[in-house]
């Protein structure tokens, strides 16, 4: 609600039932609302399939072997409210780095 009060055009993703899609792609990351405090992240509907068929649960340990900029362990973390262990790799070390902000903002 918040990011069409803002004036977005918001659509619902075709499959993952808590995605959301801005048509247009000449979109200021950091106008989007939320997005700078951690209460939203872009992310591709494919991560958002693949952490809500895992279902992981608090307390489980889970490894993410391709982890990449990290979309896909954020959404793991939150489903398991932060409790448990979650290991996030990739072969491409450069790829990890670049999701440390992320990491820290959420």
């Known amino acids: ?8 055009a918001a659509e619902r993703t075709p499959y ?3 995605g959301i899609r801005l048509p247009s792609r000449a979109v200021a990351l950091g106008a989007i609302p939320g997005l700078r405090e951690g209460v939203v992240d872009p992310q591709d509907e494919g ?5 809500l068929l895992l279902g992981a649960k608090p307390g489980e340990h889970v490894v ?3 982890a990449g900029a990290g979309g896909k362990t ?10 448990g262990r979650l290991v996030a790799m990739d072969v491409d070390h450069a790829r990890l780095e670049r999701g440390a902000p ?4 959420a």
């Open 16 to 18: 993952s039932p808590v």
């Open 1 to 8: 609600a918040a990011i069409r009060s803002a004036g977005f």
């Open 74 to 83: 954020l959404a793991l973390a939150a489903q398991m409210r932060n409790k």
């Open 64 to 66: 993410d072997y391709c």
């Open 102 to 105: 992320r990491r820290k903002k």
């Open 47 to 51: 991560s958002q399939l693949v952490a």
